[in-house]
Every structure is written in C-alpha cells, then in structure tokens.
C-alpha cells in the first residue's frame, strides 16, 4: 500500500468511527409507529418535554452528519482524482476536480462549525443553562471562567484546552490546532478572502494548500467534535431513562 492509499484510508477510518443511532430518542407507539412530537403546554421540563427537545436537536444531528460525510466523500473523491494529484499548483487551479474538491471540502468546514455550535446546544439543555438557544455560542459555553460552565467545569477546561490548542503537524496521528487552522479559514472565507485562490497584494497574501491536507484538519476537528458530542448523548441517555423509571 503506497502512501496516497494509506492516507485515504486514514481519512476513512477516521469518518467511519463517528455512528449515529437513527432511533436512539423515538419512542414507539405500538410496533410500527413512533410518537412524532409533543409540544408542552405548561411544563417544558417534563419527561416528555424534555425528551422531545432532545429529539429536536437529534433529528437535527443526524441530518447535519449525513450532509458532513457526503462533503467528506466526496471531497476526497475528487482531491485524490489523477489531475489534482498530478497537476496541483500553489498559484493557480488547473482543473474542475480541484474546484470541486475546494467545493465539498468547503462545505464540510462550515457544517463542522454549526457541530460545535449544536454540541453547544445539546449541553444548553442537558445542564439547563440561563440563555436563549438563539444566543448559544459554542466558545461561550464551553469558558471555563464563566459561572455557566460551573456544573461542567472540567469538561469545559478539556475543550476548551483543545480549541485553543496551538498549531503542531510535525507530530504522529492527529495533528494539534486542528480547530484554531478550521476557525482561522472559516473567517478567511467569510471576512477576507477565498483561503483557495492564491493573492499577492495589499489587501492579501495567500498560496493554496493541497486539499488533502485541508481535509485532514477539517477531519480530524470533526471526529474530535462527534466525540465530544456522542459523550453528551450518553449522558442525556442515562438521564431520560431514568426519569422515565421515576414516572413510572
């Protein structure tokens, strides 16, 4: 196995560890119906109440990860297509796969970013924290120096340890500062200029990267996110069953 085949199959490796129970929040209605949702009409904090929120941001976890892996596919589809891997160059793009490896590896970067604001929401309601869900920023949530974080403080340090984490790729395995190089393209792209397009003047200055290595970081944030949030799941798992066993 060459290298270039070594690397795909990292980077699927990587996307085949994160899994998603489609049916971990239903609940079933004799043998062939589900209980399709429940809008409380006094207390949101009830079992139900709260198990239909839960299942609101889930359907909305499934959806986001699907469309997260299809980018993932198909950018590295095409990054590792013959004309990118034989006619890369720093200065200009030669070919539509390159294009639309930019494309996909583009869209996978921006919905990776709406997990971490979702993670965000899902420790929102598990821990029952003061602000509006139109007001949840992941970077908020998960400071350690907020009183908001108080009943998570330990796990707030980790994350937030590792968004801030300084830049290493001279190292094994995963590279660090994986989030702060996806943070840094995302407000290139939305404040500045495309980070795909190679500039030289006042305004800017910018030489393309491989997709591959692009897709890496990218990657590599996500699963670390899916990680995070399968943790999270867990626990709100644990607390609807047994406040379910308390009903009972």
Known sequence: MNYTEKEK???NNKLSQVIYNP???????GEDRFLFGIVSAGD???PFGRLMQYKTLYDTLIDLDWKIKFSFDKAIEYAY?????????????????????YYYIENALFRTSSLWDLLAQFYRLFYKLEM?????YYKKVF?????????????????NNYLEESDDTDCEGEWKGNHSYVNDIRNKMTHRNSPNIAVMSDYDMNFKQHPTFIIKRILENYVTASKYMKEIL????????????TEQ
């Open 23 to 29: 049916n971990r929040f239903k609940v079933l209605i």
């Open 132 to 136: 509006p869900k139109e007001r949840v």
């Open 81 to 101: 297509s013959e004309p990118v891997q034989n006619n890369f160059s720093i200065f200009r793009v030669e070919t539509e796969e390159e294009r639309n490896a």
């Open 9 to 11: 199959e990292y980077f």
């Open 234 to 245: 867990d626990e709100i798992e644990k607390e609807v069953m047994e406040s379910f066993d």
């Open 143 to 159: 400071d350690p120096s907020l009183q908001s974080s108080d009943r998570f403080k330990v796990k707030a340090t980790e994350i």
């Open 44 to 46: 949101s904090e009830a």
